[in-house]
């Protein structure tokens, strides 16, 4: 059972202090900076990719890394064992941080978009799209937060995540490296920007089924993975 | 009749490698100050931990408010108590006055319970500043603020000492005090043994995982002291016995005019702790 009184104190506390947290400001502007160094180079008008990498780079950094940082943190200065000790359950707990991520999250996006501008695409397939990859990105960046002992040390954690989700999909389709094309090939970040170049080109859902698919399959594999890190994690040694 | 509160019976503790608890009984009175006293690594932790339900124990039976505290994470039964522990954090980047904020809410009180409570630990001008701003005396005094928000039915201090640093123990102390009066049961672990003279309705000495003594501070002084008295003349101070030869030497003393002190030797709690465990409470 959720407290609605607890978990809207979790999130008012959890936006106060991300505020004025460099950790967690950087990942979150780190996005918009990227945002901001495309926008100056002039990009072909029919390669999407100046307008879904931004998109791509602000959900997944800020979905997983704020999330992980938060998190993490939270065992780093011991506040999570008072946390635990007051009638905060650790889903509240959990589900306060979520919801703070979504929000920073939304405001990246938000700011990328008003960057970057929007693909010319069917804005419902787009959100429904974007809220699949946040959700498989912040269940990674919850297990990287309950794997890491320090805020640090989730971006350390972290890292593997960072190269290989989110750099694969932007650097490796340059590279002419088929072995390595064939995992990114199904990674839910290159499905993401596949369906999107799809969307456009076509419009339809169908052309965007198997997309929607493998991302549902990420949702629900990584969520999987969080319920296993969360019932595995104990708060309190 | 008063009700046991704290009820542990041949409690054990295993870690991986070391037996922390082999086997310690007691009970803790509803509205008592009972102080856990003991040596570096004795158990104390392990004992608070194990009581608020941070920890599990490996044999014996715990009860706590008739819950047993290693299954009843419920919201319900940590409601009503509060740890102060060496190792619970606060969040730096935010006001002390925010930080206790939050836990009103969890706890669901009024919020003008973290004004009050800034009061009773001594910072009431500092609700404004960052907790990362604070000495480490002062975050300790927060820290204990929070523990007391939700005024609980059973407060645990580990280890209270440096929140009790001489320029604030006595708001501090009559803080505790206050609270026990209106019904607050205390446990506290310390080795400091001044501390526990001052405010321990009893207290029970552990040593090495293993009580050695469960009583109020009086009866032990009473039951191990050595019934000496020290007298102090112009040549020097000695130690007198009580007995009828140390008496015909005291008041031959005192009609000579020679008597310059006397003291009783009652043996501190230190003291006894050592006579029973052969090691020193520091
Ligand atoms: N998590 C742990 N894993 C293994 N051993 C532990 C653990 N925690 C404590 N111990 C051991 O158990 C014993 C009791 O530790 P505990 O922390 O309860 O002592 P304490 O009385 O609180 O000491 P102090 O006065 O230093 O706080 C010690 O020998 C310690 O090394
Ligand atoms: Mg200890």
Known sequence: ?237 | MKQAIIKVENLGKQYKKKQALKGISFEVQQGEIFGFLGPSGSGKTTTVKILTSQLIHTTGRVQVLGNDPGRSRRPAFLARIGVLTDNSGLYDRLSVLDNLVLFCRLYGVSEKRAGAVLEAVNLSGDGKTPVGKLSKGMKQRVTLGRAILHEPDILFLDEPTSALDPVNSGRIRETLLEMNRRGTTIFLTTHNMQEAEQLCHRVAFLNNGELSALDTPQALRLRYGDRTITVTTREGSRVIAQNEAGADEVSALMRSGELLAIHSNEPTLGDIFVQLTGRGLE
């Open chain 1, 1 to 237: 059972m959720l407290s609605m009184r607890r978990f809207k104190a979790m999130v008012a506390k959890e936006w106060k202090d991300g505020i004025r947290n460099p950790h967690i400001l950087l990942n979150a502007g780190m996005p918009i900076l990227l945002a901001l160094l495309f926008a100056q180079k002039d990009g072909d008008p029919a390669d999407l990719t100046f307008l879904t990498v931004p998109i791509l780079v602000a959900i997944s950094i800020t979905g997983a890394f704020v999330q992980a940082a938060m998190i993490a943190e939270e065992k780093e200065k011991n506040t999570l064992r008072a946390l635990m000790l007051s009638p905060a359950t650790k889903l509240e707990v959990l589900a306060g941080k979520s919801a703070t991520t979504v929000l920073f999250a939304l405001i990246v996006i938000a700011a990328c978009i008003v960057i970057s501008g929007v693909p010319d695409v069917n804005i419902a397939y787009l959100a429904i799209l974007s809220v699949l990859l946040l959700m498989i990105f912040m269940a990674l960046g919850t297990v990287i937060g309950l794997i890491a002992r320090t805020a640090s040390e989730s971006s350390i954690v972290g890292l593997p995540v960072l190269l290989f989700f989110i750099f694969g999909p932007i650097f490796v389709p340059d590279l002419d490296v088929p072995v390595l094309m064939n995992v990114i090939r199904w990674l839910p970040s290159q499905q993401y920007v596949v369906a999107i170049t799809e969307l456009h080109r076509d419009g339809a859902f169908g052309s965007i089924a198997g997309q929607m698919l493998n991302l549902l399959a990420w949702t629900a594999l990584t969520g999987a993975l969080c319920f296993l890190a969360y019932g595995r994690q104990r708060f309190d040694k």
